[in-house]
């Protein structure tokens, strides 16, 4: 059996470490009373009863619970009297104490990287009493770590990228690893970096896991893949270690110049590519990317018909019309074009030129062009007074593929409307349809169309404006309408009007100049013309009277100086008016001169007016009191011969045909004497319903049918219910016809009696024809 002193023995033995704090105790101080060879010293003091720290291996792998250590105190005497009471971090749990012998056990698998250390109190109490025997004790028990966390990666791959061609030694990227285990004690957290693949291209700083390269192109190869390994223990065997992946990009210099596959390029181009319509694209390769593969096409020396522009999408060079292309002038073209690198890199360009040449050959090709214009516009001049048919002006158009093609010429006559022009369609030559009037319109603005004759889908259009000149053949006129009035107590020589003229014609030089003349007979007035292309009337006597003249009527001859002359002759109205003595005019009414008998004209006039009033209000009278009279039921026999019934009510029907049953002049003999009325409820349970005589009335129906397609396709009839007309006879009736067409020659060789015979329906017109009789 071991003692007491024997397990404290064993226990410091293997739980005490090289940096164990200062420890007391009560019962063995005779074992450790002298100073260790470390110079430690096992001290007494009051609570002299237990250790002060406690290590404890973590993931313990035993079936028993893991022994911690043992609590003693110096007034335990082995009686079993004294309690032990553990309290703290995990007691209870993860830590358990014997109450009576204080051993400590633990009860799960601890972990150092979940927690290092645990700080718990440790008493000593009387079983009996729970009376404290010793104060209150803390003291720890630490977690001693094991190499049981593999190195791990922030990321399971990094991305880096290095320029190509760098130096030897070129740093790339930094990564490290992260190890859980105490770094503090042992190699357990001590990591060395190594290539497991990437070999020869890379390698690594076994401390830091800097990466390093050789010089390397990347149009040889541009992506890598490196794979390190960190391993703790220094690399030690059985070590734990982790990987991580590291894919590096080689980016790109400008170490590469641009080069020509094909030195020599031919395109084709017809001659009807409009100015900066692309000809053709010639490319260089450069194995370079981005901004170092840039490039720029030029053509050496310049050229007068085409350029060359880059296309900064695909780096290519477009050739491009600056000229017109003409086949007929010139069909082949050659020229000599460079590309250079944009952006250069000073490492690279001594032994090597960033540039290349190719020689370019364009060949023109013929299309078929649309007739040319020799001008555009054409501007011609006409003077107005040319007649119909008279020559105006020459259009002249050419194949330009051909001059011996024949061109035909026509005037759009959507810009020529009134037609007043003509055009030869073989020589161009447009005349005259109608006289011009260059004062209904001074130009004339017409599309001529020249047209190929062998491909007539080839036209060319030529605006032509046609001026039409001025010529003398309008006279001046008045330039308004004058009123003007002479007082009768005028004197002679006084201004009564002064008037002016205008002219639609334009002045040949300057301005109008107009001659104003009268009749130098005229014994009343008098024109001075004051040369400023107006003129003054003036009395020539005095004393006017309106009972003599009320107006006068003055010619004024107009004349103009242009070649050749044009004169009018315009009439003012002169109007002779009552004026007060400042000449203002009261009235220009002509006074009325009294008759013999004391009427005047006016009151004659006003009876007169009143008798024809009358006399058409009569004949109104009349003309109503007519037509008020009735007309007859029958104004003349003839109308006898055929039956109408109209209806005017809207939405009646055959309702309303109370007064006429067409079966009535089938056969008047089976009309029945009690015949239900319409208008009222019967009183019958079951109508009498009338079988006709004739099975099937197919004239009758066939005329329905008839009048009703007619009126449904009509789209000017009336609605359906509002108008129903029938004016058909029928066949077959026993009453036989009553067609006036069939009468007798005279009135009174007919009788009538038999038509009181046909019921109430046909009373009133028996009435008519019997009473005549």
Not at 81 to 89: A, H, I, N, R, S
Not at 723 to 750: F, I, K, P, R, V
Request: with cysteine; charged share 25%; net charge negative.
């Amino acid at each position: 059996m071991i003692t007491n002193q024997a397990l404290l023995l064993l226990m410091l033995s293997v739980l005490w470490p090289s940096t164990a704090l200062p420890f007391t105790t009560g019962n063995i101080e005779n074992l450790f009373g002298k100073p260790e060879s470390d110079g430690r010293v096992l001290q007494r003091s009051k609570r002299g009863w237990m250790w002060n720290q406690f290590f404890l291996m973590e993931e313990y792998t035993g079936n028993d619970h893991q022994y911690v250590g043992k609590l003693h105190s110096n007034m335990d005497k082995g009686d079993g009297t004294v309690k032990y009471v553990l309290t703290g971090d995990g007691a209870g749990t993860l830590f358990l104490i014997d109450e009576k012998s204080g051993d400590i056990h633990a009860t799960k698998r601890l972990d150092r990287e979940e927690k290092a250390m645990y700080t718990l109190h440790a008493k000593v109490l009387d079983r009996n009493t729970n009376a404290e025997l010793e104060p209150d004790t803390e003291f720890n028990i630490k977690i001693h770590d094991i190499n049981d966390n593999a190195p791990k990666f922030a990321k399971e791959i990094y991305f880096a990228s290095v320029p190509e061609m760098s130096e030897v030694g070129t740093s790339v990227v930094t990564i490290t690893a992260s190890d859980a285990d105490d770094q503090t004690y042992g190699n357990s957290a001590k990591l060395v970096y190594s290539i497991l693949e990437g070999q020869p291209y890379f390698s690594v700083d076994s401390e830091n896991g800097e990466t390093a390269l050789p010089g390397m192109d990347r149009e040889i190869k541009e992506n890598y893949q490196v794979v390190i390994q960190a391993k703790d223990m220094a690399g030690q065997m059985g070590g734990l270690s982790g990987t991580t992946t590291v894919s590096i990009t080689l980016s790109d210099v400008n170490d590469s110049p641009p080069r020509f596959a094909n030195h020599s390029f031919r395109m084709a181009a017809v001659e009807s590519t409009e100015i900066g319509g692309a000809v053709g694209r010639i490319k260089a390769d450069d194995p370079d990317v981005g901004r170092n593969a840039e490039m720029e096409y030029t053509i050496v020396g310049g050229h007068d018909t085409f350029n060359i522009i880059t296309d900064q999408m695909t780096q290519e060079g477009v050739v491009i019309i600056k000229k017109t292309l003409d086949y007929e002038s010139k069909r082949d073209f050659e020229f000599k074009v460079e590309v250079r690198n944009t952006y250069l890199d000073a490492r690279f360009i001594h032994g090597l030129q960033f540039k290349d040449y190719a020689a370019v050959k364009v060949t023109v090709e013929d299309v078929d062009e649309p007739p040319l214009f020799s001008m555009n516009p054409y501007i011609i001049e006409v003077h107005e007074d040319t007649a119909a048919g008279s020559f105006v002006g020459v259009v002249s158009a050419r194949d330009p593929d051909a001059d011996d093609k024949p061109v035909k010429y026509s005037i759009d006559r959507h810009t020529d409307l009134e037609r007043l022009f003509n055009i030869d369609s073989v020589n161009g030559t447009i005349t005259t349809l109608k006289a011009l009037d260059r004062e209904m319109s001074k130009w004339h603005n017409i599309s001529v169309v020249a047209t190929e004759m062998n491909n007539p889908r080839q036209t060319t259009r030529v605006p032509v404006f046609i001026k039409v000149l001025d010529v003398n053949d309008n006279a001046p006129e008045f330039a308004m309408s004058y009123d003007t009035f002479v007082c009768e107590n005028v004197k002679a020589g006084q201004l009564i009007q002064t008037i002016s003229a205008v002219d639609t014609d334009e002045p040949l030089v300057g301005q109008h100049k107009f001659v104003f003349s009268i009749s130098a007979s005229n014994p009343n007035f008098t024109i001075v013309d004051r040369e400023d292309n107006t003129a003054n009337i003036l009395t020539r006597r005095g004393g006017f009277s309106r009972r003599e003249m009320s107006m006068y009527f003055l010619p004024v001859v107009i004349s103009d100086n242009d070649y050749p002359i044009q004169s009018s002759t315009s009439t003012l109205i002169v109007r002779v008016c009552g004026c007060d003595s400042r000449g203002n005019m009261q009235s220009c009414n002509p006074e009325v001169l009294p008759f013999s008998d004391g009427l005047t004209t006016g009151a004659l006039v006003a009876i007169l007016l009143c008798v024809i009033i009358l006399l058409m209000i009569v004949v109104l009278f009349a003309a109503l009191r007519r037509q008020r009279k009735k007309e007859p039921l029958i104004i003349s026999k003839e109308d006898v011969r055929d039956n109408v019934v109209s209806y005017n009510d809207e939405g009646g029907g055959e309702e309303d045909t109370q007064a006429f049953d067409i079966g009535t002049l089938r056969n008047p003999e089976v009309m029945e004497t009690n015949k239900l009325r319409r208008d009222i409820i019967p009183e019958m349970l079951f109508p009498f319903r009338r079988t006709s005589p004739i099975k099937d009335n197919a004239d009758v129906r066939d005329f329905i049918n008839g009048r009703l397609q007619e009126n449904d396709s009509d789209p000017t009839a009336p609605p359906y219910d509002s108008l129903a007309t029938y004016a058909y006879e029928g066949t077959g009736s026993l009453a036989e016809s009553l067609s006036s067409l069939e009468s007798a020659a005279t009135e009174g060789d007919q009788d009538y009696d038999y038509l009181s015979n046909w019921g109430p329906q046909f009373k009133k017109l028996a009435e008519l024809y019997i009473v005549s009789v």
